[in-house]
């Protein structure tokens, strides 16, 4: 049995004071024309949108900036910290995408950006994931998933890779579990002179091919209707970075 598999949460690890450190910026432009994307294929919004897995609420902002209410959920406390000092006014929830403290039908629209869905170690708990979002979803209303391009994940595997963080080493190791299902990427955080690490973390995503994500969501009665490979709306490639399906529930 793998490590990973011995430690299949992850996620409640990894998401704190070190990742932060390692991420202190993500891309604000990226987010901007992520949030604009998904609003002008939904349409019009009238109603709360749940932003899902919202992290540090870089996406929270630009969706408030166009005029919508959004109410952020992640497990992250430390992340949820940041998007509170972001902005105080942020409608922050602390919980677990597979059960989601919400009401039926209390949002007109649910996103989940930049690869935040395919973390669990069972591909039931994704689909309790996507149920969830159907549920707290109201008839017609959008949804949207960020996903990446599974075939250029492994096609552009980098295996290892080391960077300084201050006066630490970070080295990243890549790697394809489960006949190339999976894959893991494993953090080894050092002090500046230490031969062993001080800290390691993973991150594990199960690479869902694009037609399997179709099937995923229209069997929780989620109806695709558009799919791009980045964010500015260009249309879905094997060579693209991303993978992005928005539409709306059955």
Same mark, same amino acid.
């Given at each position: 049995? =793998?490590?990973?598999?011995?430690?299949?949460? *992850?996620?409640?690890? *990894?998401?704190?004071?070190?990742?932060?450190?390692?991420?202190? +910026?993500?891309?604000?432009?990226? !987010?901007?024309?992520?949030?604009? /994307?998904?609003?002008? +294929?939904?349409?019009?919004?009238?109603? #709360?949108?749940?932003?899902?897995?919202?992290?540090?609420? %870089?996406?929270?902002?630009?969706?408030?900036? /166009?005029?919508?209410?959004?109410?952020?959920?992640?497990? =992250? !406390? @430390?992340?949820?910290?940041? $998007?509170?000092? #972001?902005?105080?006014?942020?409608?922050?929830?602390?919980?677990?995408? %597979?059960?989601?403290?919400?009401?039926?039908?209390?949002? $007109? #629209?649910?996103?989940?950006?930049?690869?935040?869905?395919?973390?669990? !170690?069972?591909?039931?708990? &994704?689909?309790?994931?996507?149920?969830?979002?159907?549920?707290?979803?109201?008839?017609?209303?959008?949804?949207?998933?960020?996903?990446?391009?599974?075939?250029?994940?492994?096609?552009?595997?980098?295996?290892?890779?080391?960077?300084?963080?201050?006066?630490?080493?970070?080295?990243?190791?890549?790697?394809?579990?489960?006949?190339?299902?999976?894959?893991?990427?494993?953090?080894?955080?050092?002090? !500046?002179?230490?031969?062993?690490?001080? @800290?390691?973390?993973?991150?594990?995503?199960?690479?869902?091919?694009?037609?399997?994500?179709?099937?995923?969501?229209?069997?929780?009665?989620?109806?695709?209707?558009?799919?791009?490979?980045?964010?500015?709306?260009?249309?879905?490639?094997? &060579?693209?970075?991303?993978?992005?399906?928005?539409?709306?529930?059955?």
């Amino acid at each position: 049995m =793998s490590e990973t598999r011995r430690l299949p949460e *992850w996620y409640r690890d *990894w998401f704190g004071e070190e990742y932060l450190a390692l991420y202190p +910026h993500r891309d604000e432009e990226e !987010a901007r024309d992520g949030v604009e /994307l998904v609003m002008q +294929h939904c349409g019009r919004v009238d109603g #709360l949108v749940l932003d899902l897995a919202c992290g540090a609420g %870089r996406h929270m902002l630009h969706f408030r900036r /166009l005029g919508v209410t959004p109410v952020g959920l992640d497990l =992250s !406390a @430390s992340l949820l910290r940041q $998007a509170r000092d #972001l902005d105080s006014e942020m409608r922050l929830v602390r919980g677990d995408m %597979r059960h989601l403290p919400f009401a039926d039908s209390s949002f $007109a #629209l649910v996103a989940n950006f930049f690869t935040s869905f395919g973390y669990f !170690a069972e591909p039931e708990e &994704d689909r309790r994931v996507l149920g969830e979002i159907r549920r707290v979803l109201r008839g017609g209303g959008c949804f949207a998933l960020d996903f990446l391009n599974a075939q250029r994940v492994r096609d552009g595997l980098v295996p290892r890779d080391e960077r300084k963080l201050g006066d630490r080493r970070v080295v990243q190791e890549r790697r394809l579990e489960e006949d190339g299902r999976v894959v893991v990427k494993e953090i080894k955080i050092y002090g !500046a002179t230490a031969d062993r690490p001080e @800290s390691v973390y993973f991150e594990r995503v199960r690479l869902y091919e694009p037609d399997e994500l179709v099937t995923l969501l229209r069997n929780a009665d989620l109806e695709p209707k558009h799919t791009f490979g980045d964010y500015t709306g260009g249309p879905a490639c094997p &060579d693209c970075a991303r993978y992005i399906l928005i539409g709306y529930a059955t």
